[in-house]
């Protein structure tokens, strides 16, 4: 196809949410399926009735239209759109969905929205405002991860806490476990990706006893490109996509150990074996030696399935 031979300089990903009301999240999602495959993009896009959360990648000028056209519904006319390097390429398709909520925290039913987004979530701080909240209160403010933990095996804000979750319906059960009640009581700025996890999690924690709850607004992304490496994230930033990972300069610190040797590493790789469904780091020496991709005893036992 034509659009295939365009120079990938010209490209870009877009990443954006917005939480509205929604009255017919089936009718919002055809209407982007059609803006979207018009428009030549791939990417992924989920429809709630809470609102909207997508990350597409294309030409820019398609990019530029769709964010014209999607501004054009009534309750997306502010939405920020945050743009990244990538291309089309980076996604094997457009997909469109409606799903109940536009994270997986199973907390549909404690969700309210209206006009101006979630109701009663943690006051938004800009990258600068995190770094005069550290500066006056110090030890008293905490950053809690709002993404599943491998992510945070890459990448995270230095000394942050992150909860034991594989998925985002895991957070729940680790709040209300008890685990950080010392916590209610701090400072606590959460972080996500681009913000869309935390504007929920923030108010989740509120509803759970937690007293002064802030999110960085516009997530890592946001924060990154304010600060790149010389602030207080570490590391490489996690992402969906064909990319799976995302550096804010070239003085990145790579904090991942690949899970053989413990060398340092930050490339993720799918486990070899069907037994295992773990997304696990390996350094590139481990990754050309099979007989070191043995990482848990489901794979040793697999492997001692296949030799025998």
Not at 170 to 177: A, G, R
Request: net charge negative; proline share 3%; glycine share 8%.
């Amino acid at each position: 196809m034509w659009w295939y031979n365009i120079p990938l300089s010209m490209q870009k990903i877009l990443l954006y949410y917005k939480f509205t009301p929604i009255k017919d999240p089936e009718a919002l999602m055809l209407w982007q399926k059609v803006l979207c495959s018009g428009l030549n993009l791939r990417g992924r896009i989920i429809v709630s009735p809470h609102g909207i959360n997508g990350t597409v990648g294309g030409e820019m000028a398609d990019l530029k239209r769709y964010i014209k056209e999607t501004k054009t519904f009534a309750g997306f006319k502010d939405t920020v759109f945050k743009w990244s390097d990538g291309t089309r390429e980076d996604f094997p398709r457009m997909s469109v969905k409606v799903r109940p909520e536009l994270v997986g925290f199973k907390a549909a039913a404690e969700t309210v929205v209206d006009e101006n987004g979630v109701v009663d979530g943690g006051t938004h701080l800009k990258p600068r405002q995190v770094h005069e909240l550290v500066e006056k209160y110090g030890d008293d403010v905490v950053f809690f991860d709002g993404r599943n933990a491998h992510e945070a095996k890459i990448g995270r804000f230095k000394n942050a806490v992150v909860p034991d979750t594989n998925t985002s319906r895991d957070f729940i059960p680790e709040l209300e476990s008890g685990k950080y009640d010392d916590l209610k009581d701090k400072k606590v700025v959460t972080y996500c990706t681009g913000g869309i996890r935390c504007e929920l999690l923030s108010s989740m924690m509120k509803k759970r006893g937690f007293q002064d709850v802030y999110q960085i607004d516009g997530g890592i992304v946001k924060y990154g490109e304010a600060y790149g490496d010389d602030g207080l994230w570490e590391g490489s930033l996690r992402v969906f996509d064909d990319r799976m990972t995302v550096n804010f300069s070239d003085n990145t610190v790579v904090i991942g150990e690949c899970t053989h040797c413990q060398g340092k590493t930050s490339n993720f790789e799918n486990c070899a074996f069907a037994n295992c469904n773990d997304l696990v780091l390996i350094c590139e020496i481990c990754k050309k030696n099979p007989d070191l991709l043995f990482h848990t005893d489901v794979c040793r036992e697999s492997a001692l399935v296949l030799t025998t």
